[in-house]
């Protein structure tokens, strides 16, 4: 369903305060107040039962009596009147309303059944609708302050939307004092109607803002936020805090603002898909904003570092390194020319320490000739407060050549008390400056980062040979009898139909079967127990490998069929998989997905066995993967480098696994019945990726059509 313009709703020409009061301390009068001082210039329509004169503007006494199709109402009146009040609304063509009221859905289920019936009034009269339970709306630019926060931000080209009315009031009272203003400031609230997704799409084609800050408890419609968020990360940057992120924090998320807080490896995995950059702490949120809203991207990843102290400028370049930019080697000419006018005992490579003693003139020289070296990309400039160095002066000698850089500029004036005059000078003057360097380095990256992200080519999906009919044949057959998990030997029937390697194997369901099976097959084989209430075999000691003649056939069918009786007398024992050996020395790897509430199939990998188990290297995507996911998901675990045989063994044919990954991929998307899936062990080696184990769990809710 099309959702209606948010034009009315951020650049209304009449605004309505329902619940307009002249009594100081209200919600209706802090509403009115705001407005009023905000400079809106258009029609401002208090509503009052009693009427009169509110703060100088003739109120009317019901909804009723306001001239059809206002652009935006702003609702602050008792639970009790609020749907009466929505209704009324519609009936006369509003186009937004602002609940500001609380009392919905955070409260229980008799809230949430009246947020419900608002939501599905003001989806009926195609109304916008933001809230209930939120803090309201700044569109400064356009004089609009619909919200009861306490005076007016600053004007500037930064929005911020927030699920956390309280947070929005730090926010906006923090941001007054450091001197950063605001395009767009929203209060979420319950997201009845309006959500992250709105707000992303408005924002991308909004001229007076150049970067989007969010904070989010949870995103309920995962997907739709994920399209909006990869379409504007290629445009602007979009910067989010995600809170509930530890079991903790979750819980308190829930009981917020009754939302359920989705896994948090989910959200950084969808953020990442998305371009979203995700920081965990407000202070990060605000310091990449200023770099952002004020700073030219850098070209590449390469950073020039000028400091008067060595400590400080070797470790901003390891802060460099480990985030993975580049501290290069300053070109002989670049080093020649700051022979010229730096002391003898200064160190001319990057980075540039020119001495405790430097002054305004040596900083201002060494930054314009480091910044005109073509290895360089980006200009740290780094200050500690020595008896000699001006403060003040630098501050302004940095700030005048960073103008005539034609490069980003960053500072950091490590210190407290004497070096905040020039703190402030700088950030006056548009140069991000932060504390330590660590927090500059961080910025950096994420402005380099995104820069990148904007230019990455579309990306190329594998179309991967599958016969789906096949695959849901199976999952239909393993519903019809009831299981919840599908049966090993017919999972791998699945991985067949989706063109897999899969080792040869047959079901045996007597000792003599298996070794039939086994001549069958070739030894040496493997033996595992089939049972579809066993899913770990190696709970039961499940599982015989390197079997190699009938007589070990035989006696392993009969240890393990019997240990898992005796074991888990409550599992239906099929008998045991007789399977073929994968090629000798190959690699254990596993992949595997689980479908997320918010964001669809989350897929995993990594190295098989304790890597996954203790170690828990193990990298993400969000389905469906391209390419370059593939290629980069392998690459991205610690033990990748085990893959490529460095320790002595065969090196794994990346190749054909990333092809597991893809299909993999593609059978989460193409079966929305299938719940979790997993290939554990896919064993690789150099010529083969075989799949040699397939766990299959169905979703209980979704039914194989």
């Not at 045991?576 to 997320?596: H, N, W, Y």
């Not at 828990?616 to 893959?643: C, W």
Request: with cysteine.
């Amino acid at each position: 369903m099309a959702k209606p313009s948010l034009e009315p709703f951020f650049n209304p020409e009449t605004v309505a305060v329902v619940g307009a009061s002249s009594t100081p301390g209200k919600v209706g009068h802090t509403v009115m107040e705001n407005m009023l001082s905000a400079g809106f210039r258009g029609k401002l329509l208090p509503v009052n039962p009693k009427g009169g004169d509110i703060m100088g503007v003739e109120a009317v006494t019901s909804v009723e009596h306001l001239p059809r199709g206002v652009d935006l109402a702003v609702v602050a009146v008792p639970r009790r009147f609020v749907i009466d009040t929505a209704r009324e609304l519609a009936s006369i063509g509003c186009r937004s309303v602002i609940v500001i009221t609380a009392g919905f859905k955070e409260v229980g289920h008799k809230g949430y059944d009246l947020e419900q019936e608002l939501a599905g009034i003001c989806r009926d009269a195609d109304m916008a609708l933001l809230g209930p339970n939120c803090l309201g709306m700044i569109n400064s630019p356009a004089g609009v302050n619909a919200s009861f926060a306490a005076g007016q931000p600053l004007p500037g080209n930064i929005a911020f939307f927030s699920q956390s009315g309280a947070l929005c009031v730090a926010i906006l009272d923090w941001a007054r004092g450091a001197g950063i203003g605001f395009s767009k400031f929203v209060s979420l609230g319950n997201k009845a109607l309006m959500d992250e997704a709105d707000m992303l799409r408005y924002l991308d084609s909004d001229p007076e803002t150049d970067v989007i800050l969010g904070y989010v408890e949870n995103v309920e419609n995962g997907k739709d936020f994920l399209l909006r968020a990869e379409a504007v990360t290629r445009n602007k940057p979009v910067i989010m805090i995600k809170s509930g992120s530890t079991a903790a924090g979750a819980k308190a998320a829930s009981s917020h603002t009754g939302a359920i807080a989705g896994s948090d490896s989910a959200y950084g995995t969808a953020f990442r898909k998305a371009g979203v950059i995700r920081v965990r702490d407000v202070e990060s949120l605000f310091n990449l904003a200023l770099a952002f809203s004020e700073q030219p991207l850098p070209k590449g990843p390469n950073v020039g570092i000028v400091t008067n102290s060595g400590g400080p400028g070797i470790l901003a370049a390891d802060d460099a390194v480990l985030h993975g930019l580049s501290v290069p080697s300053l070109t002989p000419r670049t080093v020649m020319r700051l022979q010229e006018f730096l002391p003898g005992y200064a160190a001319f490579n990057n980075p540039v320490d020119i001495i405790g003693d430097a002054d305004a003139e040596r900083y201002a020289a060494t930054m314009e000739v480091v910044a005109e070296d073509p290895t360089v990309h980006s200009l740290l400039v780094m200050l500690t407060p020595t008896a000699a160095v001006g403060i003040e002066d630098t501050a302004k000698a940095v700030a005048r050549t960073a103008e005539r850089c034609g490069k980003p500029v960053f500072a950091s004036f490590i210190g407290g008390r004497r070096v905040g005059a020039g703190r402030k000078i700088l950030r006056e003057a548009g140069i991000p400056c932060y504390d330590f360097p660590a927090a500059a380095v961080e910025s950096i990256y994420a402005m380099h980062s995104h820069a990148v992200r904007r230019h990455r080519p579309q990306p190329e999906y594998l179309d991967a040979y599958r016969d789906v009919e096949r695959a849901r044949k199976v999952l239909r057959e393993s519903a019809a009898r009831g299981e919840r998990e599908v049966v090993e030997f017919r999972a791998q029937e699945v991985a067949s139909a989706y063109g897999l390697d899969v080792p040869g194997t047959l079901l045996a369901r007597s000792s003599e079967e298996a070794v039939r099976g086994a001549d069958a097959i070739g030894y040496p084989v493997a033996l595992k127990i089939a049972s579809p209430q066993i899913s770990h075999k190696t709970d039961v000691d499940g599982v015989a490998v390197g079997l190699k003649n009938a007589e070990a056939v035989a006696e392993a069918f009969s240890d393990i069929t019997s240990r898992a009786t005796r074991m888990r007398p409550d599992a239906y024992i099929a008998g045991c998989l007789v399977q073929e050996m994968a090629p000798a020395g190959s690699r254990e790897v596993i992949v595997g997905f689980k479908r997320d509430d918010q964001f669809g199939p989350l897929l995993m990998f990594g190295l098989g066995g304790v890597y996954v188990e203790i170690v828990k290297d193990v990298a993400l995507r969000l389905a469906p993967l391209s390419k370059q996911d593939a290629f980069e998901i392998v690459r991205e675990i610690r033990s990748y480098l085990l893959l490529k045989g460095i320790d002595g063994g065969p090196y794994a044919n990346f190749g054909k696994l990333e092809e597991v990954i893809l299909t993999m991929s593609r059978l989460a998307v193409d079966l929305p019945e299938v719940l979790e899936a997993e290939f554990n062990p896919v064993l690789v080696g150099p010529e083969r990726a075989v799949v040699a184990d397939v766990r299959i769990t169905l979703d209980p809710k979704v039914g194989s059509s």
